[in-house]
């Protein structure tokens, strides 16, 4: 099974943008969904955003008109663009490949370590 790695978290004032990265070790042609999480401290993980082998997003409603979910199938990476960032985004950050069978077999949802992020003037 693939193993997920996010990158491209750190610390910025509001209003900036950062670019979170989760590369596979693997492809990711197989896996039909592909999200991002986050979770603030003293709260549950929650969905950010979404996007489907065939390119379909869904997004949360705090983030909406913010971030942009994308998917590369050729570069086994998934994108999470954050732009006008606010104080209440910051969390960490999860990659999460959800179930998926492939030629070598079938497989359970797999996350990343997750990445830091911080905003903050």
């Avoid at 979770?39 to 997003?57: D, H, I, K, N, Y």
Wanted: aromatic share 10%; with cysteine.
């Amino acid at each position: 099974q693939v193993q997920l790695v996010e990158s491209g978290g750190g610390l910025v004032q509001p209003g900036e943008s950062l670019r979170l990265s989760c590369a596979a070790s693997g492809s990711i042609f197989s896996i039909p969904a592909m999200g991002w999480y986050r979770q603030a401290p003293g709260r549950q993980r929650e969905l950010v955003a979404a996007v489907t082998s065939g390119g379909s997003t869904n997004y949360a409603d705090s983030v909406k008109g913010r971030f942009t979910i994308s998917r590369d199938n050729l570069k086994s990476t998934v994108y999470l663009q954050m732009t006008s960032l606010k104080p209440e985004d910051t969390a960490v950050y999860y990659c999460k490949a959800d179930p998926y069978c492939s030629g070598d077999g079938c497989y359970s949802a797999i996350w990343g370590q997750g990445t830091l992020v911080t905003v903050s003037s």
